[in-house]
């Protein structure tokens, strides 16, 4: 959960995997992606920072309480957190 404040002071938290999208008109709007809007004080750029320090929160958890389960053995991850390679991919056949 990620804590924001409405425009009016109380705080609150929501859960970033709900967000549909943020604007800012000029106060920012959070959508959930249940049409729910909430206006809060928090920038665009504050509400993004704190979404990825959200993940990367879950990601190290998650990490960690793998150590803690298996003590010394190798945890392969389930993606790679990599770029893709460029690859070359095959043409595309034209249609008749």
């Known amino acids: 959960m990620i804590v924001v404040t409405r425009l009016n002071g109380p705080q609150f938290a929501v859960n ?3 967000l ?5 008109t ?3 709007i959070l959508t959930l992606i249940d049409g729910t809007k909430y206006i809060v ?3 665009m750029e504050e509400i993004t920072s704190l979404v990825v320090a959200y993940r990367a929160r879950v990601i ?3 990490m960690e309480m793998a ?3 298996l003590g010394d053995t ?3 991850a389930v993606t790679e957190l990599k770029r893709p390679s460029l690859r070359s991919l095959p043409p595309v056949p034209e249609a008749d």
């Open 67 to 69: 150590d803690d389960a």
């Open 74 to 76: 190798t945890v392969s």
């Open 16 to 18: 970033p995997d709900l």
């Open 41 to 43: 004080a928090e920038s």
């Open 26 to 28: 000029p106060d920012t």
């Open 60 to 62: 190290a958890t998650m």
């Open 20 to 24: 549909q999208r943020v604007e800012t």
